[in-house]
């Protein structure tokens, strides 16, 4: 296993954010009085604004527009003004990329005015070299545009990344991208299909650099 980069997906892989996001979209369609509906509302992580209207859309139809103005905004209220909590074991690995000066991005679905505060708050942000988000790009995830501009910008070959996702869409992403891919479910564990793509699966990036420690040379 040889990479020059490294590129994470943010929400449910660095911080802990996937389960505050869905506990404000239920509220939110309480508030509005509209139907929850999880099934729809776990198809739609690792996606971008963009691919989560047209999903969202074809189930609230007109009453989307009310339902997603609640939803963000209660949304950003909170991560635009509290750290959302770390996940196991980034600040490890995070240091030990460092450390070895391993040039590192992130490649969120997120908006970059809402990333850019997710990673300062966390004190995260430092880290990284780079910050690709899905405002930027045409087609989000699964599509691998986004990995691909991410590894553009770092100046390095994308088969030549190492990726690391914690959704169904990010690892198809990553994966079409060439890269070699860490997928840390959160929420949503791999279907069958993804799991027979053949990338490394932990259950935290802790193992993940264990694994990284034991079967990389770093180019």
């Not at 850019?116 to 942000?125: F, H, I, N, R």
């Not at 986004?146 to 996702?165: K, N, P, S, T």
């Amino acid at each position: 296993m040889n990479f020059q980069a490294a590129i994470f997906d943010m929400d449910g892989l660095l911080l802990d954010t996937e389960r505050l996001c869905m506990q404000v979209f239920e509220q939110a369609c309480a508030n509005v009085n509209l139907p929850f509906y999880p099934d729809v509302y776990l198809s739609i992580i690792g996606q971008n604004a963009v691919s989560i209207d047209k999903t969202f859309r074809k189930v609230y139809h007109d009453d989307l527009d009310k339902l997603d103005a609640e939803w963000r905004k209660n949304y950003k209220a909170i991560v635009n003004h509290q750290a959302i909590p770390v996940k196991e074991g980034v600040l490890e690995l995070l240091k030990w990329l460092k450390a070895n000066k391993i040039p590192t991005a992130v490649a969120t679905s997120s908006q970059r005015e809402v990333a850019t505060v997710k990673l300062k708050l966390a004190g995260l942000d430092h880290y990284f070299d780079s910050l690709t988000c899905g405002c930027e790009v045409t087609q989000g995830k699964p599509d691998p545009e986004i990995y691909l501009l991410a590894a553009q910008r770092l100046g390095v070959e994308a088969a030549q990344c190492v990726a690391f996702e914690d959704s169904n869409n990010g690892v198809r992403s990553s994966m079409a991208a060439n890269m070699t891919t860490f997928q840390i479910p959160d929420l949503v564990a791999p279907c069958e299909e993804v799991l027979a793509l053949g990338h490394y699966v932990e259950s935290s990036l802790s193992d993940a650099l264990a694994r990284l420690k034991t079967e990389t040379m770093v180019a």
